[in-house]
């Protein structure tokens, strides 16, 4: 299937987010806190329950009319990016929580690490 980027924002082109490890204990969760406080850094889970630190920021080489300005000579992992997920096309991001500020952390600790606690 053939992406059609003419009318895209470029927001896969606009963030970078790694995969992290479960976070298991209150120390953990002392890093997410700290990882949320600096400026356009948040924390998700996917719908798969993957944890994810997510920058955002863009591609130094994402050009004023949102186009890849190395187009040619973009890494494999742009070239791989797929039709299904592109973000312009799919407004869901298959996130199941996300962690924009240290009161989500601590939201989330209170709603859901007590309850695990509980099983």
């Not at 080489?61 to 190395?70: H, P, Q, S, T």
């Not at 592109?86 to 952390?105: A, Q, S, W």
Request: net charge negative.
């Amino acid at each position: 299937m053939k992406r059609d980027c003419g009318n895209c924002d470029g927001k896969c082109c606009r963030y970078v987010a790694l995969e992290i490890d479960k976070p298991t204990d209150l120390e953990d969760f002392e890093n997410i806190k700290w990882y949320v406080c600096h400026e356009n850094v948040n924390v998700f889970v996917d719908i798969d329950g993957k944890w994810f630190i997510e920058f955002l920021t863009p591609c130094e080489f994402l050009g004023r009319n949102n186009e890849c300005n190395i187009y040619d000579k973009r890494p494999k992992i742009c070239r791989e990016y797929s039709q299904e997920d592109c973000l312009f096309h799919n407004d869901d991001y298959g996130e199941k929580y996300t962690f924009k500020i240290v009161k989500d952390v601590e939201d989330y600790i209170k709603n859901n690490l007590k309850n695990e606690n509980k099983s």
